[in-house]
């Protein structure tokens, strides 16, 4: 099992940067990809980006060069810079671990809004 916090969400005006932190926890050694997802209202989630064990990383379209995901100084931390915030990035950000054997783990979310 993995348990996964995540936080650093918050409200931000158009233009400007937040950071997200998740923090893994349990079985961690299993753990093979981190990354985040995020659910805007009426819409399905979707992925932002993710990070191997071996710092191989993966952005979604709407996000590159835009938001950077890296790991901490131990690997059970990953957090996610987001610069240049637009109102369309407003949505509820969610932490994810996927271990060997496939198993996926989510942690409760951090709201992070734009306003215009």
């Known amino acids: 099992q993995v348990q996964l916090v995540d936080s650093g969400g918050g409200l931000v005006q158009a233009g400007g940067s937040l950071r997200l932190s998740c923090v893994a926890s349990g079985s961690i050694f299993s753990i093979n990809v981190m990354g985040w997802y995020r659910q805007a209202p009426g819409k399905q989630r979707e992925l932002v980006a993710t990070i191997t064990n071996g710092g191989s990383t993966n952005y979604a379209d709407s996000v590159k060069g835009q938001f950077t995901i890296s790991r901490g100084n131990f690997k059970n931390i990953v957090y996610l810079q987001m610069n240049s915030l637009k109102p369309e990035d407003t949505a509820v950000y969610y932490c994810?671990?996927?271990?060997?054997?496939?198993?996926?783990?989510w942690g409760q979310g951090a709201q992070v809004t734009v306003s215009s």
């Open positions: 994810n671990a996927v271990t060997i054997p496939a198993k996926f783990y």
